[in-house]
């Protein structure tokens, strides 16, 4: 999967190059698109268990319901041959309902970017991240803590777009500077025109809903059959923990399957708040909620291309406030992972940290979440970059630090050589006892491309460190950002197509905009 550039240094002597080794000169241009995960799926539950799990999962949803407060999501339940009572808003499905929909769900979705080198493979075995989403308040170390704006969003937008290992767009912060009605025009634009990713779209209600379908469809150049006949977005759905759906999480199932475009149905559980404290019930609980959820998706659309999500951890007893990055956010990772391959379907973890800075917690914490949701076989890794306080700020700099450790990540993913000439005879046969392998020519040949470099750490010995002003990662991140930012250049066609979309938006905002629903 490496792909290096071939150009050889004037006068190299190719008669005294290593078969298939690297040229001199050669410079390292890795691939972090398409990865597929190489390990294993890990778990932590037995088959038997989470069997058991599942089927009382069906059982909660049968006998106890799951409360769904828009009318139209229960009017889709009941013609799907569900128990609702519409007094108390209480759906109760059956098993049968459940296994019909599972079995309409695609297995593999490909979600198409603005060009096929962005497009994603959303299916088992396949690994993508996102970043942060959804912040209120986004933080650097010169500016400090603060409400997200537009110019904010702008930037964050800029860095996904730079690093090939984030895959698809995500909202990372609210733009807090511009008004609700009008706030999905200014994060879809600034997604559309400096990004050629799959974009993410709020799911806020079916005008806000539709006008960015629209301008994807706008930007992308597509008719509307078009759109329709392929993936060109997703969004995320939170069921509201324990057992209810509300109206615009409803409402957002129901648009995106008859459009066609991807709902990763993900409740929010976290043990010991709104879920059993053991990580077997928050999971149960979890698996019904997104089973109720996929199924609302098919009765929509059959063949409507759903994710199934899991973001479940638990909280600090003391304070309930949620905690990521624990032993119970990996376990509950790594079962999740086991009900989503018993059920086939692709599916999503979340990364992240409850820290409140870029520090030794915030990076341990997102490691544990990261290689929790690696070794589970997520197929979509949501908050893998940025993401402070349990999802109320973005960082700049930790975003920085974060794209180090999934490049070392995606590192992995690529194949290590194993053939005669990686294991290197002759350049063991050419260093006598004692000696050294810097000058070997093997290592000549190679030493360019050998290892991977680093984003923002610093490998250099202490006194060297010193003398360069002591600095620390964090620091060291907020050059690379501020550099990335500086230097950015947006996709091609970027001016044409804000050009159409600012027709668009302006056209909208003359007939008032779109409020979010509640």
């Not at 698809?168 to 634009?189: K, L, S, T, W």
């Amino acid at each position: 999967m490496t792909d290096v550039l071939q150009a050889r240094s004037p006068g190299s002597d190719s008669r005294r190059r290593t078969r298939g080794a690297p040229r001199e000169g050669e410079i390292r241009r890795p691939d972090y698109r398409n990865l597929v995960n190489p390990f294993l799926p890990q778990g932590i539950f037995s088959d038997a268990q989470i069997s058991d799990m599942h089927h009382t999962s069906l059982r909660v949803l049968e006998e106890l319901g799951i409360l769904v407060l828009l009318p139209e999501a229960r009017e889709l339940f009941r013609r799907g041959g569900a128990l609702v009572d519409e007094g108390t808003q209480m759906v109760r499905l059956g098993r049968d309902i459940v296994a019909e929909a599972l079995a309409a769900c695609p297995r593999e979705i490909l979600a198409r970017g603005g060009s096929t080198a962005r497009d994603v493979s959303l299916r088992l075995g396949a690994l993508n991240f996102t970043p942060g989403a959804g912040a209120p308040n986004v933080t650097d170390i010169e500016r400090g803590r603060r409400p997200g704006t537009l110019a904010d969003l702008e930037d964050l937008i800029r860095l996904a777009q730079t690093f090939d290992v984030i895959h698809m767009q995500g909202p990372h912060v609210e733009p807090q500077d511009i008004e609700h009605r009008f706030r999905h025009y200014a994060v879809n634009r600034a997604q559309l025109t400096l990004s050629d990713k799959v974009p993410f779209i709020y799911a806020r209600g079916t005008p806000q809903v539709l006008d960015g379908f629209e301008m994807v469809r706008l930007a992308r150049g597509l008719t509307q059959e078009q759109f329709r006949a392929g993936v060109h977005c997703y969004t995320v759905i939170n069921t509201n923990s324990p057992r209810q759906l509300d109206i615009p999480m409803a409402q957002g199932i129901i648009d995106f399957a008859r459009w066609g475009q991807v709902s990763i149905i993900t409740p929010f559980c976290l043990a010991g708040a709104m879920a059993p404290i053991t990580v077997a019930g928050a999971l149960t609980l979890q698996h019904a909620e997104a089973l109720a959820g996929i199924t609302l998706a098919q009765l929509a659309q059959r063949g409507a291309p759903v994710v199934y999500g899991s973001f479940s951890s638990n909280v600090d007893m003391k304070s309930g406030a949620p905690a990521f990055g624990t032993p119970e956010h990996v376990k509950a990772t790594l079962g999740a992972g086991q009900l989503a391959r018993f059920l086939g379907l692709p599916w999503r973890a979340g990364g992240g940290s409850a820290a409140n800075t870029s520090d030794a917690q915030a990076a341990s914490e997102t490691q544990f979440g990261l290689w929790a949701a690696v070794l589970a076989g997520s197929t979509v890794l949501i908050h893998s970059a940025g993401w402070l306080e349990g999802g109320l700020c973005d960082s700049f700099e930790k975003f920085v630090t974060d794209v180090e450790t999934l490049q070392t990540i995606a590192e992995l993913c690529v194949q290590t050589p194993g053939d005669a000439d990686a294991i290197g005879f002759d350049a063991i046969a050419e260093v006598p006892p004692g000696g050294h392998f810097f000058a070997a020519q093997h290592t000549m040949a190679r030493y360019r491309t050998a290892f991977y470099a680093p984003l923002v750490a610093d490998w250099s010995n202490f006194g060297a460190w010193s003398d360069a002003g002591s600095r620390t990662a964090t620091q060291r991140a907020r050059d690379v950002w501020k550099k990335k930012v500086a230097s950015f250049e947006p996709p091609s066609g970027s001016a044409a197509i804000g050009e159409v979309l600012d027709s668009f938006i302006a056209d909208r905002r003359a007939h008032g905009g779109a409020a979010p629903e509640s």
